[in-house]
């Protein structure tokens, strides 16, 4: 599946719509810890969590995360959008709980591998 088909199965708003949305997702990763994201997600993963700021895009380039799903409501920090769009890290956001969006990329097919 393409993040693009996930951006409009979800409707999720993108805060970088310079960076590459036709991504391959290969599965997802839900956390807020960042040791967390970096011990367990593979690379081809979509990223959900509410945190916002800087160090989110230095963990997803680091994993080769496709993109970074915040939720609640989140808005990342302008420095974040900034690095996301430098870094080539697509960031979105959903007005969903976590529990909720992750239900529903799981119906989507995605699954942590």
């Not at 839900?30 to 916002?52: E, H, P, R």
């Not at 496709?66 to 900034?82: K, Y």
Request: aromatic residues 6%; charged residues 20%.
């Amino acid at each position: 599946m393409k993040l693009s088909d996930l951006i409009e199965n979800l409707s999720l708003e993108v805060k970088t719509p310079e960076t590459d949305l036709t991504r391959e997702v290969t599965g997802g990763y839900v956390s807020d810890m960042l040791s967390d994201v970096i011990a367990n997600a593979k690379a081809g993963y979509v990223w959900v969590t509410f945190q916002s700021h800087l160090n989110i895009v230095a963990v997803a380039s680091l994993k080769g995360i496709c993109g970074i799903i915040m939720v609640n409501n989140r808005v990342p920090a302008r420095e974040t959008i900034l690095k996301a769009a430098a870094e080539n890290i697509p960031i979105m956001t959903s007005s969903l709980a976590a529990f909720e969006l992750v239900g529903k990329l799981y119906a989507l097919g995605l699954r942590c591998r």
